[in-house]
């Protein structure tokens, strides 16, 4: 069966605007929706049809080209809608836009097609042992590119414009034709653009754009620890039209000198006097904003290990601390004195 004309279709002029096209197909997409014509199959048919015809003329690079070469020049872009998911997962924001509510129930689109959206940037961020403690706010300079001030964007300088491009004639795209295959493709001259920079701007030398920094300010929560990820959502790249896209800080936490972490809990390795350790007592560990004395029991041994509950670094999002565990280190004097001898020489006389 010959396709049929793409305005015919939908029963509009060749002229007409975006609107009246919408409009018509809205119509036959209420006419012959398969919902309201249940086992027609020529009801169907002309449903795909519409929405084919939709697909192409709703789309202002597609039209050109098949008014241009009709729908030749469409071959491996036209939608060619499979079957009716396809249609209804490719319209589904304009059904429900159409429609509103839900009139047709659950057949409507079940994945709407996402809008463009600006990439993703990931950064690296290292912060000390205390600000993972506490928690802070760091700023992250990022390099972005942005229209440029002096020619607006546009990449042509000032009080000029840009051309045509004589290759495509402003289309953007290109048919070859190879035997019986005909392939669109983005024009290579001027990259799909339509137009040529003639002169270009010199601030941006043509690429209408220009670096500046963006200053983001990040909030570190208590309890970070290295090979976490911070997610900033809306932060990442901002294209010109659409959602911007989300910037991962990737954490790097630097070592303590004396405290060391394991997830939530920290070790420290205590010097105990070895006097401390036969009487007992108490003896004082620094943590980073407080200092924490310890309860040495009498008759701890090298090794031993005291822990004490919720002194470790925070639990990232919640008030929850992990525990601190306090190894016991048994120092021994190098040198005694003459008195301290004597004691000492008592001591293991009274010991056998
Ligand atoms: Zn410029
Ligand atoms: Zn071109």
């Known amino acids: 069966m010959e396709k049929r004309d793409f305005y015919e279709v939908l029963e509009v002029d ?10 018509a ?3 036959l997409a209420m006419k012959y929706h398969p919902d309201k014509n249940p086992g027609d199959k020529e009801a169907e048919e002309k449903f795909k049809e519409a929405a084919e015809a939709y697909d192409i003329l709703s789309n202002s690079d597609k039209r050109q080209i098949y008014d241009r070469y009709g729908h030749a020049g469409l071959s491996g872009q036209s939608s060619g809608f499979s079957g009716m998911d396809d249609i209804f997962s ?5 059904f429900s836009d159409f429609f509103g509510g839900d009139i047709f129930g659950s057949r409507r689109s079940t994945r709407p097609p996402r809008p463009p959206r600006g990439a993703d940037l990931k950064v690296q961020m290292t912060v000390s042992f205390e600000e993972a403690y506490t928690g802070t706010k760091k700023k992250i300079e990022l390099e972005q590119r942005k229209p440029c001030e002096q020619c607006g964007g546009s990449g042509s300088a000032p009080g000029t414009s840009p051309e045509t491009c004589g290759t495509c004639q402003g289309h953007g795209q290109v048919v070859q034709r190879t035997g019986f295959m005909t392939m669109v493709t983005p024009c290579p001259e001027c990259n799909g653009k339509g137009t040529r920079i003639s002169s270009p701007c010199s601030k941006c030398n043509g690429t209408g754009k220009e670096p500046y920094t963006r200053s983001v300010t990040a909030s570190v929560p208590a309890g970070v620890d290295s090979g976490m990820r911070l997610r900033l959502a809306g932060e990442g790249e901002k294209p010109d039209v659409g959602d911007p896209g989300d910037l991962y800080v990737f954490i790097s936490v630097e070592e303590h000198p004396t405290l060391l972490r394991n997830q939530d809990d920290l070790h420290f390795e205590a010097e105990v ?5 036969l009487l007992g007592g108490v003896i004082e560990v620094p943590l980073v904003d407080e200092t924490v004395s310890i309860d040495i029991p009498r008759g701890v041994q090298p090794g031993d290990i005291i822990s004490v509950e919720g002194k470790g670094m925070p639990h990232i999002g919640t008030t929850h601390r992990g525990d601190l565990h306090v190894l016991v280190k048994v120092t ?3 040198k ?6 004597k004691l000492i020489q008592e001591f293991e006389a009274k010991s056998s």
Request: hydrophobic share 30%; aromatic share 10%.
């Open 14 to 23: 060749k002229s007409a605007d975006a609107k009246t096209i919408k409009q």
């Open 25 to 27: 197909y809205r119509r």
């Open 90 to 94: 490719h319209f589904g924001d304009i």
């Open 273 to 277: 006097p070895f006097t401390r350790a």
């Open 332 to 334: 021994l004097p190098e």
């Open 336 to 341: 005694l004195n003459k008195s301290q001898r």
